[in-house]
């Protein structure tokens, strides 16, 4: 399962999401995901 399949399987999001990985983060992975609510970092 990768981090995708991971942030899409949350139960929080309303409707269709969107996934964008952000640059940088040295120690960690760091997301934007759009849904039919808004956008979540």
């Known amino acids: 399962?990768?981090?995708e399949d991971?942030?899409?399987a949350?139960?929080?999001w309303t409707?269709?999401?969107d996934?964008?990985?952000l640059p940088?983060?040295?120690s960690n992975a760091n997301?934007?995901?759009k849904d039919?609510?808004?956008r979540h970092v």
């Open 1 to 3: 399962m990768t981090i």
């Open 24 to 26: 940088g983060g040295l």
């Open 10 to 12: 949350l139960p929080c």
């Open 19 to 21: 996934i964008e990985p």
């Open 31 to 33: 997301y934007l995901v």
């Open 15 to 17: 409707g269709t999401i």
């Open 6 to 8: 991971r942030i899409r």
């Open 36 to 38: 039919g609510s808004g």
